[in-house]
Structures are given as structure tokens and as C-alpha cells.
């Protein structure tokens, strides 16, 4: 069945420093990946998606790039801030399986000063 | 605000009771999912709806149920609660299954002692 695996945390990193979080996926259809992000006391937001192979999903400096060769969906992070310690959830989702969304175990970032 | 309402914020019961969670979707949004994260499980998918229909069905226990009203809020049911139960129980809307994107409320904490 369609599962992500995505890398243990918890990960803590010094201000301004380079993040890459690996997510894998397997899925049997074409399903489109997403990564959320859940900042202490809060639900889960969306932070970026891609739903086609070889698209680039950004947002607010984060990167991942949907490949399928490898089936991979790494998030990155070129210089990350104290503002970005948060848990971030790896994700799937396709037709194949009703549209079921499916969830990483989420990695835990810490960014310090 | 991701515009879903979760009620309550924090609950705490005894093993062996029961407890009713509220959610109230994103105005417009027709799907609702509800999750349980816990510590060592990270997020599982307990059971979707869409429209007042039963569309999916995770990992959810038979003590536990839900059912979404006309007006499209949705109640989880936890019955003979255990410890293990102690969770965290989040909501979330789309306006239908395969638009791409889920709302998340910010969550109802459970800790039964």
C-alpha cells in the first residue's frame, strides 16, 4: 500500500545553516506530495506541495523537488532560522487510494540562536 | 486560522468513560478527516467523511466512532477510554476529497488518567 518514510529526528541545527529533510514515498499510482509543518501548540499547516513529477514546490525559502527515478520528496532549506523550529510531516496523496492522505512520522527541527 | 474549529482544546477523563470531540470544517469545505497523534505513533488516520457519508476508514478502534451531521460539523466518539487513548485529536476539512490540500484544526488534547 501507499506509505512515506521520512527520516528521524529530532534535528537541531545552528541558525543559518543548510536543512535537508528526506522524505521516500511509495504509492502505486502518481499521487501528488506534499510537506506540512506544525509549529509548537498549533495544527498542521500546508508548506508546500507538488502533484507531477519534476515539479518544485517553494515556499517561504523552503524547496522540495518531486522525483520520480528515486520516488523522493526531500524538503530543504538553504539558511534556516530560530522560526522554523517546528515538526514537519512528509505526505501523499492520490486517486488510486480514494484520495486518502498519508502521513510521515514527522521530524522534529530545532534551529538555535 | 486555518478556519477549522476543534472544541474541546484540553480534556481530561478517567479509564472507562466517554467523551464526545466537536469539529466544524472550513465554511465551504465538504470533507472531513480526523487524526490521532501521539508520541510514538506520530499521525494516524482514523476515519474521513464527505457529505455526511462514511468515504474512509483508518486505523480506528471499534470503542471509537464519528458520524457528520446536515450542517457538515463532524463528532468523534471515544468510548471505555484507556490510558493508552491519551492523545492528540485533530480535525481537518477539504472541499472534497482529491482538491489537494487539508485544513487542520489546532487539536483536542486528551489525557486519560
Known amino acids: 500500500g501507499d506509505s512515506v518514510t521520512q527520516m528521524e529526528g529530532p534535528v537541531t541545527l545552528s541558525e543559518e545553516a543548510f536543512l535537508t529533510i528526506n522524505c521516500t514515498y511509495t504509492a502505486t499510482g502518481y499521487p501528488s506530495l506534499f510537506w506540512y509543518v506544525q509549529y509548537p501548540g498549533e495544527g498542521l499547516q500546508l508548506l508546500l506541495k507538488?502533484?507531477?513529477?519534476?515539479d518544485k514546490g517553494s515556499n517561504k525559502g523552503f524547496e522540495a523537488t518531486y522525483r520520480k527515478e528515486t520516488t523522493s520528496f526531500h524538503l530543504e532549506k538553504g539558511s534556516v532560522q530560530v522560526s522554523d523550529s517546528a515538526v514537519y510531516f512528509c505526505?501523499?496523496?492520490?486517486?488510486?487510494?480514494?484520495?486518502?492522505?498519508?502521513f510521515g512520522t514527522g521530524t522534529s527541527l530545532t534551529v538555535i540562536p | 486560522d486555518s478556519g477549522v474549529t476543534q472544541t474541546p482544546k484540553h480534556l481530561i477523563t478517567a479509564t472507562g468513560q466517554r467523551v464526545t470531540l466537536r469539529c466544524s470544517p472550513r465554511s465551504g469545505d465538504l470533507s472531513v478527516y480526523w487524526y490521532q497523534q501521539s508520541l510514538d505513533q506520530g499521525l494516524q488516520f482514523l476515519i474521513q467523511y464527505y457529505n455526511g457519508e462514511e468515504r474512509a476508514k483508518g486505523n480506528i478502534l471499534e470503542r471509537f466512532s464519528a458520524q457528520q451531521f446536515p450542517d457538515l460539523h463532524s463528532e468523534l466518539n471515544l468510548s471505555s477510554l484507556e490510558l493508552g487513548d491519551s492523545a492528540l485529536y485533530f480535525c481537518?476539512?477539504?472541499?472534497?476529497?482529491?482538491?489537494?490540500?487539508?485544513?487542520f484544526g489546532e487539536g483536542s488534547r486528551l489525557t486519560v488518567l
Open positions: 507538488a502533484t507531477k513529477a519534476d
Open positions: 481537518a476539512s477539504s472541499v472534497e476529497p482529491g482538491s489537494g490540500e487539508l485544513f
Open positions: 505526505a501523499l496523496s492520490e486517486t488510486n487510494t480514494g484520495n486518502q492522505f498519508y
